[in-house]
């Protein structure tokens, strides 16, 4: 039988800080192909991005195919100094593992290879089983999951139902689980002036104003009031940068960079054209370079979400409640593909200092994903 809190710890104790692969895929790839499983290293490269390093394995052939999904690449850790553990030590104390990744996301990954393995020990299930593990999830998300979708599109392989392993608790284990996500649209705007001597504005063209003008405008957006499925969608403004080093100096070009998390109003074409809109209003020349990173979503309520409910209800007792909010993740990839939810750790610690998940958390979460595996597959 595989124990999930020593897999975990062996997960840890890979340093897959993005993009690097760390020899966490190598484990998982050695242990799944030893039980059986028909494992794929797919390597994807695209312009301006790293290399990354996935992989794909499958047990069986039939339906239903169920999939779970994760990604075994972490962000850094900071200053390990400040650190009460070894980041990458995998230690366990006061009942809590702690590390970096452990519930974003090894501990998942863990506790459904766990689940997976220790079941088709001991049955045959009527459908199929696979595994899709990027290293890309936190990094720029081009060479991993979305890739490795299309890959299997070619192959003419078809997922019925995927679970993401994101630390979707928030409280305590099984409080929630995500069924949709908002999508995340990036604007990085540029207004152009004349450089010039700051005691001769006369003859120079400072942009920052007309710049603080744009920002101030999308800024005060109300860009809607929300939906019954999801929050509203919201911009931020993230940076603002001129790149002058004096104080004596009108610089040439200011810019600045923003982030909208929207919600099924919009698609990211028709966000961009309603923002562009309010800015042309203006009568202000600038750029704007615009990236959409990922539509919304949603799952609607019924046979998935419900498998999950009656899971994590007969395991932890709590009946989780069924949300949109927060980040994005590579469900947004999916999708198109297939029935999406997302459920895992509480997230609490996730990219922070001393990121730690209770081992008792670990146990039960592979206790919820052998309930599902048993139901679907049966």
């Not at 999508?183 to 003859?203: D, E, M």
């Not at 562009?276 to 019924?302: C, H, N, W």
């Not at 419900?306 to 007969?314: D, F, H, P, R, S």
Request: glycine share 10%; aromatic share 8%.
């Amino acid at each position: 039988m595989i124990d999930p809190v020593v897999l975990l710890q062996e997960l840890i104790r890979c340093e897959s800080v993005t993009p690097q692969e760390g020899g966490a895929l190598d484990h998982l790839e050695k242990l799944l192909t030893a039980h059986g499983f028909e494992c794929h290293r797919l390597k994807f490269s695209d312009k301006d991005t790293p290399d990354v390093d996935n992989l794909y394995a499958r047990w069986g052939r039939a339906t239903p195919h169920l999939c779970f999904a994760g990604h075994t690449d972490v962000v850094p850790v900071g200053d390990r100094s400040i650190w009460s553990c070894d980041p990458f030590g995998g230690a366990i104390k006061d009942g809590q593992i702690w590390g970096r990744g452990t519930c974003d996301m090894k501990g998942p990954i863990a506790a459904f290879v766990a689940a997976t393995l220790n079941f088709l020990a001991e049955n045959k299930p009527a459908g199929s089983i696979s595994f899709l593990f990027t290293g890309d999830e936190e990094g720029p998300a081009i060479n991993g999951t979305r890739k490795v979708l299309e890959w299997l599109d070619k192959r003419g392989e078809k997922i019925d139902f995927c679970i993401v392993g994101e630390p979707t608790s928030r409280e305590m284990l099984g409080d929630m689980v995500k069924i949709g996500r908002r999508g995340t649209f990036t604007g990085r705007i540029t207004v152009t002036g004349t450089q010039g001597h700051v005691a001769y504005p006369h003859l120079a063209d400072n942009p920052i104003p007309r710049l603080l003008t744009l920002l101030k405008t999308l800024d005060d957006l109300e860009l809607d009031k929300g939906t019954a499925d999801f929050q509203p969608s919201n911009l931020e403004i993230v940076n603002i940068d001129i790149g002058n080093t004096v104080d004596n100096v009108i610089p040439a070009a200011a810019h600045a960079t923003f982030n909208v998390r929207f919600n099924d109003q919009y698609s990211g074409a028709s966000l961009e054209k309603k923002l562009r809109g309010e800015m042309d209003a203006l009568k202000i020349p600038y750029q704007m370079t615009a990236v959409t990173g990922g539509e919304s979503f949603y799952t609607p309520p019924g046979k998935y979400s419900e498998l999950l409910q009656n899971a994590v209800k007969k395991v932890t007792g709590l009946t989780p409640e069924l949300s949109t909010s927060g980040g994005t993740s590579d469900a947004r990839f999916i999708k198109p593909y297939c029935p999406v939810v997302e459920f895992g750790l509480v997230g609490k610690t996730a990219h922070k200092t001393d990121e730690h998940v209770a081992v008792k958390d670990v146990v039960a979460l592979t206790d919820i994903y052998s309930e599902i595996i048993r139901v679907y597959c049966a």
